[in-house]
């Protein structure tokens, strides 16, 4: 999924783009007329949403908007204003109407979450405004999508509502038609003139997404709110960080409500799909070359929430591999091959050094009983500080009884969200080290969680993997 803020190059899809627009030059003369109504009709709504470079004086980016209040209040995506956001210092957002009119928009209200931003023109505020429908369309049912794509000026683009696209933890409506970059925070209205989404996000080939408009009336609702009758901006930063915690609470309520389904791996089973909003796929080498078999299940949500161009949250994934060699391979080229299949991994999400501390990890030994119960080495936190520390290393516990138990070295790493400090990714790493030509690797990492949510996922993902 592509997100369809534009930035200045636009020529590479250009021409892509004019292809698109000549499919619908050839519409039937009824439909043609009915849509050059809604355009008539609607477009004093509609504006360009820019950011501008300080410095420069030039656009930094486009997106488009629609007003929504007679007090010149004007919706988009979250996405089109981060920046603004994150160094208001450097970015102006400014709006062009599309009869050619300039002002300054303030910035007023966010939800990161859903991608939506409120803004309100300085000045005059613009004669026209759209309603946002009470209800969702019927499923199959056409509507129709307006904004500024590569530029070019004002276009709408008709297609059909498929109601709620599954396989996400957000809302996202499944609209078939061909949104483009540009095309970011515009409205989707009926046949009534009334919005019913706002343009997210397209897959390309007719598949695009868009913002139930529920969300942004929630988000009208809220602002309305906590603006009380200053009626101003907010202090955004609050505002993001209630918006992330009730967001990783959900995810986490959502998966650890689940059933855990197991699959069968090499010698262990393995978590699979917890819930629709991950999806999980594999893969086995076979190169006869190859003297180590590798078995690959990876599973991952299919969304994240975008703070920054730099930053992102609110992923979870976690990915399993089996590694076998033949009984006669030696044990140390089969471990120096193991160690460099772990090198591979990294943290889920985007982030930079602006964003977040560097990671803090915990190495020690831990064992796994044949009931799947874990023992020791869960979550691994310091419980003072909420962080992991420093690299440690234990010696490997010796197995008591008749049925040994299983023996990893696990790494367990956090670092710390600087603009909202509860708030930690973490990054998981298992490896069996009891034989000496066979072993299970288990990662996972979760991003914008708060520790507490963490030890409670890493406690259930240790347990559930179970041993033949």
Same mark, same amino acid.
């Given at each position: 999924?592509?997100?369809?803020?534009?930035?200045?190059?636009?020529?590479?899809?250009?021409?892509?783009?004019?292809?698109?627009?000549?499919?619908?030059?050839?519409?039937?003369?009824?439909?043609?007329?009915?849509?050059?109504?809604?355009?008539?009709?609607?477009?004093?709504?509609?504006?360009?949403?820019?950011?501008?470079?300080?410095?420069?004086?030039?656009?930094?980016?486009?997106?488009?908007?629609?007003?929504?209040?007679?007090?010149?209040?004007?919706?988009?995506?979250?996405?089109?204003?981060?920046?603004?956001?994150?160094?208001?210092?450097?970015?102006?957002?400014?709006?062009?109407?599309?009869?050619?009119?300039?002002?300054?928009?303030?910035?007023?209200? *966010?939800?990161?979450?859903?991608?939506?931003?409120?803004?309100?023109?300085?000045?005059?505020?613009?004669?026209?405004?759209?309603?946002?429908?009470?209800?969702?369309?019927?499923?199959?049912?056409?509507?129709?999508?307006?904004?500024?794509?590569?530029?070019?000026?004002?276009?709408?683009?008709?297609?059909?509502?498929?109601?709620?696209?599954?396989?996400?933890?957000?809302?996202?409506?499944?609209?078939?038609?061909?949104?483009?970059?540009?095309?970011?925070?515009?409205?989707?209205?009926?046949?009534?003139?009334?919005?019913?989404?706002?343009?997210?996000?397209?897959?390309?080939?007719?598949?695009?997404?868009?913002?139930?408009?529920?969300?942004?009336?929630?988000?009208?609702?809220?602002?309305?709110?906590?603006?009380?009758?200053?009626?101003?901006?907010?202090?955004?930063?609050?505002?993001?960080?209630?918006?992330?915690?009730?967001?990783?609470?959900?995810?986490?309520?959502?998966?650890?409500?689940?059933?855990?389904?197991?699959?069968?791996?090499?010698?262990?089973?393995?978590?699979?799909?917890?819930?629709?909003?991950?999806?999980?796929?594999?893969?086995?080498?076979?190169?006869?070359?190859?003297?180590?078999?590798?078995?690959?299940?990876?599973?991952?949500?299919?969304?994240?929430?975008?703070?920054?161009?730099?930053?992102?949250?609110?992923?979870?994934?976690?990915?399993?591999?089996?590694?076998?060699?033949?009984?006669?391979?030696?044990?140390?080229?089969?471990?120096?091959?193991?160690?460099?299949?772990?090198?591979?991994?990294?943290?889920?999400?985007?982030?930079?050094?602006?964003?977040?501390?560097?990671?803090?990890?915990?190495?020690?030994?831990?064992?796994?009983?044949?009931?799947?119960?874990?023992?020791?080495?869960?979550?691994?936190?310091?419980?003072?500080?909420?962080?992991?520390?420093?690299?440690?290393?234990?010696?490997?516990?010796?197995?008591?009884?008749?049925?040994?138990?299983?023996?990893?070295?696990?790494?367990?790493?956090?670092?710390?969200?600087?603009?909202?400090?509860?708030?930690?990714?973490?990054?998981? *790493?298992?490896?069996? *080290?009891?034989?000496?030509?066979?072993?299970?690797?288990?990662?996972?990492?979760?991003?914008?969680?708060?520790?507490?949510?963490?030890?409670?996922?890493?406690?259930?993902?240790?347990?559930?993997?179970?041993?033949?």
């Amino acid at each position: 999924m592509t997100r369809i803020f534009s930035r200045q190059n636009y020529r590479a899809i250009f021409h892509a783009f004019v292809a698109v627009t000549a499919l619908h030059l050839y519409a039937s003369v009824a439909k043609a007329q009915s849509y050059e109504q809604l355009y008539s009709d609607y477009r004093g709504s509609l504006y360009q949403i820019r950011l501008i470079e300080h410095s420069s004086n030039s656009k930094a980016g486009l997106g488009s908007g629609f007003q929504i209040s007679q007090d010149g209040l004007i919706a988009t995506n979250y996405h089109v204003v981060s920046e603004a956001v994150h160094d208001a210092d450097k970015y102006v957002l400014k709006y062009l109407s599309v009869d050619g009119k300039e002002g300054e928009l303030e910035l007023l209200d *966010v939800d990161v979450v859903n991608d939506l931003a409120i803004l309100r023109q300085k000045g005059t505020p613009g004669p026209d405004f759209l309603q946002l429908a009470s209800q969702a369309p019927s499923k199959g049912e056409t509507i129709v999508s307006m904004g500024n794509p590569l530029d070019l000026g004002m276009t709408i683009v008709p297609g059909t509502y498929n109601g709620i696209a599954g396989g996400s933890f957000y809302d996202r409506i499944h609209f078939s038609g061909s949104i483009n970059p540009g095309m970011s925070g515009g409205p989707v209205i009926n046949r009534n003139g009334q919005v019913v989404g706002i343009n997210v996000a397209t897959a390309g080939n007719q598949i695009s997404f868009l913002v139930p408009v529920d969300k942004l009336v929630a988000l009208l609702q809220d602002y309305k709110k906590d603006a009380g009758e200053g009626n101003g901006a907010l202090e955004l930063q609050p505002v993001i960080n209630r918006q992330l915690h009730k967001n990783q609470q959900r995810i986490i309520d959502q998966i650890l409500d689940a059933n855990w389904q197991l699959r069968p791996l090499g010698d262990a089973m393995v978590v699979g799909e917890i819930v629709p909003s991950i999806q999980c796929w594999g893969n086995t080498s076979d190169d006869e070359d190859e003297m180590i078999k590798q078995v690959a299940k990876g599973c991952t949500g299919q969304d994240v929430v975008f703070l920054s161009e730099t930053f992102d949250t609110g992923r979870v994934e976690y990915e399993f591999f089996w590694l076998e060699s033949e009984d006669d391979f030696l044990s140390s080229r089969f471990y120096a091959a193991y160690e460099e299949n772990m090198s591979g991994f990294f943290p889920g999400n985007s982030a930079g050094e602006d964003d977040v501390t560097d990671f803090n990890c915990k190495q020690q030994f831990t064992t796994h009983p044949r009931n799947g119960k874990t023992h020791s080495g869960d979550g691994a936190k310091n419980k003072e500080n909420g962080e992991a520390s420093g690299d440690e290393a234990q010696t490997p516990p010796k197995a008591n009884g008749s049925s040994e138990p299983v023996i990893a070295r696990t790494s367990y790493c956090v670092r710390r969200y600087k603009d909202y400090p509860e708030l930690f990714d973490v990054f998981y *790493v298992s490896l069996t *080290v009891d034989h000496d030509n066979r072993a299970l690797v288990s990662h996972f990492t979760l991003s914008g969680f708060t520790q507490e949510s963490a030890t409670a996922f890493t406690q259930k993902f240790a347990s559930e993997v179970q041993w033949h």
